[in-house]
């Protein structure tokens, strides 16, 4: 929790959560046909997430950031675009990847389809009227011209040689994982202490400095020290006054969710009164949804970065597919 977040009165119906909030986001307003592949993605899946949420099904939304957790090294259109295909998916890679490591595509099985960038080299318009004889040393920079459909397929769509388990997949245990957190809270000049003057809240995050509950479980304690650490990387700037106090704590709550999902530990099911907190808002939660992705991608990397050679072991770039 945040110094001004007050979470037991502020309900997810209430009259200021429904308030439609401005936003720069790209994803503000309906898709046109000038968006690139990446929004109109993005667009597809917050719309679905919409429609599943208001039948009663929040599954999707579970299925939404288990994939954030499991895929957090993707890029965010193409991590919803995995979550609204295979929500089950857990490890993804393409038909060669697969075939490279011992394991085949099942016959019959649909792939899941993502965007991957074309890189080419782009020539100035005055290169053909040089001398073709004269040497250059220095090669085109590389650019982004473009993006191409490909397809990936989940674990559970091949069979073969099995796969590598890696410690980091503990159950309930966070091994190292607390300390490095407590190293990066350092290293972003975040000082971390332990009061009993802060119950009956876990955690509370000043601006700064994050207090702690003394008495928690490693496991209980990882999980708040990251939930107030999302409130320090996202809500002590000037994002804070586009937000509503009930978006803010449920955005940290989903960034400790993904993190500690993504680590090992068991974390429930996410809450079914999210979308009700944007009012239909496609844009906000559009918005909301990448900036929890890109947060928890940034906390992943500093607490694994001994082992993200190792998860990836098995994904070629044509698996891999980043999205700018």
Known sequence: MSTTTNTATTAPHSEKAAL????????????????????????????????????????????????MARFH???????????RQRPTASRVAGFHAWKEIGRFVKKGEKGIQILAPMVGHRRKRDDADRNQTQENSAKPAPVLIGFRAVYVFDVAQTEGADLPEFEHSITGEVGAHRERLIDFLAQQNIALEYSENIAPALGVSYGGKIAILPGQSPAEETVTLV???GHELLHKSERRTKTTATVRETEAEAVAFIVGQAIGLEMGRASSDYIQMYAGNAALLAESLEVIQRTSAVILDAITAEQANAQNAPESQDAIAEVA
């Open 227 to 229: 939930h107030e650490l």
């Open 20 to 67: 439609p909030i401005r936003s720069e986001s790209p994803y503000q307003g309906r898709t046109a046909q000038k968006d690139n592949p990446t929004q109109v993605i993005i667009r597809q899946a917050v719309d679905f997430l919409i429609q599943q949420l208001e039948a009663g099904k929040s599954e999707t939304l579970t299925a939404y950031l288990a994939a």
């Open 73 to 83: 090294s993707y890029s965010f259109g193409n991590i919803l675009s995995i979550a």
